[in-house]
């Protein structure tokens, strides 16, 4: 019965390294959301899953950004090549109905 | 895409008082239309949301209303208490969300 949850909490990387933000949403909840939250700012949605293929990247900024979701489950945010301008809160959330979404706590991204 | 303006981006109020934070959207399909609180350093909460056929809903102290026509909605919450403080973001969906900037309320014991 837990609600969603993403790992890690916080991240910390040097410019240019690879990193992953995984994404466990509620059970049985097919459609998982990413988005990125810069400080004093609204979520700015990224990509869009029902089930296992991505419905809607087109929040995506740039091929550095790539998610995958291979059991209808899980999602990992991967990045790669990462650079300043990447720091952000990157929240999940995940629909049963898709429409009332139901966020996780967040990855806090920091890119030295 | 969708264009979403907030108003205002700050509000201040008394406890007891009411606030009132108004949403104005470009895209007439939008159809869902949710709000969030966000309090410091957690995660967005849904407090209230409302669909494109109806013109408003009520939760308790919290309701929203929604004028298609003129393409805005708004957050009313009455009775403020210092617990209501957060950031709120409205949002309008196609079915992507696209929110608005927030809006700090701060309610004064």
């Known amino acids: 019965g837990a609600g969603v949850s993403q790992t890690p909490s916080n991240k910390v990387t040097e410019k240019g390294k690879y990193v992953e933000l995984r994404c466990d949403p509620i059970s049985g909840h097919t459609a998982l959301y990413w988005y990125r939250q810069s400080l004093g700012q609204g979520p700015e949605f990224l990509i869009y899953f029902q089930g296992t293929g991505a419905a809607d990247d087109s929040g995506l900024p740039n091929d550095r950004f790539f998610a995958v979701r291979p059991e209808g489950s899980v999602s990992t945010l991967k990045i790669q090549r990462t650079e300043r301008g990447d720091s952000a809160m990157y929240l999940c959330?995940?629909?049963?109905?898709?429409?009332?979404?139901?966020f996780g706590p967040g990855t806090r991204l920091t890119v030295l | 895409g969708e264009n979403v303006e907030q108003h205002p981006s700050t509000l201040s109020v008394q406890e007891g008082d009411s606030a009132v934070i108004k949403c104005t959207y470009s895209d007439s399909a939008s159809n869902y239309f949710p709000w969030y609180k966000q309090e410091l350093g957690k995660r967005p909460q849904l407090i209230i949301d409302i669909r494109s056929n109806v013109g408003e809903k009520k939760d308790q102290r919290i309701a929203v209303t929604l004028n298609k026509t003129a393409k805005h909605f708004s957050l009313h919450i009455t009775e403020t208490q210092p617990e209501d403080s957060a950031v709120y973001f409205c949002a309008a969906t196609i079915p992507i969300p696209t929110f608005g900037r927030g809006t700090s309320l701060i309610v004064h014991p």
């Open positions: 959330a995940s629909s049963l109905s898709g429409y009332e979404q139901f």
